[in-house]
């Protein structure tokens, strides 16, 4: 059974520029999530969806950030404009369902300059 | 809020000793308890999880687990330490469909 993939695994950009990630789920998991793990703390959940609804996003920051995962497979992360202190690993995770294990990806490492 | 709380940051283990991280939460209710390891460059992978029932979980690579409800913690423990086993390892809480909350890890480094 293939995991969860992420691209890209690694970027550096500039502040006030943007960026996005893509995340592919585990076939059949109906929720997605992302984290964002800042250097030595844990995983923050950002967002979590259902399919393609959206769950919990309390703790994104809306400003900048946006997610989507229009046809309740695949999901985007992205932010615009960037800003130092998003540098942190950007790590997606899937479940069979709300209550289910997490799964998750490598994680996409960005780092802000 | 829930909280949860690993009190090292860091610990050094030599090869073949045993080993115990600490967990300890905040709640109200009995949560879900987890722990995940994360080796570098990869992803989070469960160890091990306690819903309920017996307080003595096993894991997979032959880590264990006790809840400690008078305690409000759930320590992680192996008897005898890899080299491989060399990772940061973070405890999680959640309860029913609330998100999971994260400590903030131990990284465990092993001296051979």
């Known amino acids: 059974e293939a995991g969860v993939a992420q691209s890209p695994r690694y970027k550096i950009i500039e502040k006030r520029q943007s960026v996005a990630f893509w995340c592919n789920p585990i076939?059949?998991?109906?929720?997605l999530y992302w984290y964002q793990q800042i250097l030595g703390q844990g995983p923050k959940l950002l967002i979590q969806f259902q399919n393609n609804g959206v769950v919990d996003d309390s703790q994104l920051p809306k400003d900048r950030f946006s997610a989507e995962r229009l046809k309740g497979v695949d999901s985007t992360l992205k932010i615009q404009p960037a800003k130092l202190e998003d540098s942190a690993v950007y790590l997606c995770?899937?479940?069979?369902?709300?209550?289910?294990?997490?799964?998750f990806g490598p994680g996409t490492r960005l780092t802000v300059t | 809020a829930q909280s949860v709380t690993q009190p090292d940051i860091h610990i050094t283990v030599s090869e073949g000793a045993s080993l115990e991280l600490r967990c300890n939460y905040s709640y109200g209710a009995t949560p879900y308890l987890f722990w995940y390891v994360q080796s570098p460059g990869q992803g989070l992978q469960l160890l091990l999880k306690?819903?309920?029932?017996?307080?003595l979980v096993q894991g997979i690579k032959g880590f264990e687990a006790e809840f400690k409800r008078s305690q409000s913690s759930f320590n992680l423990r192996k008897p005898s330490v890899h080299w491989s086993d060399a990772a940061e390892y973070f405890c999680a809480v959640t309860v029913g469909n609330e998100k999971l909350t994260f400590g903030t890890g131990t990284r465990l480094t092993i001296i051979p």
């Open positions: 306690y819903f309920s029932g017996d307080t």
């Open positions: 995770a899937s479940s069979l369902d709300r209550e289910g294990e997490q799964y």
């Open positions: 076939s059949g998991h109906a929720t």
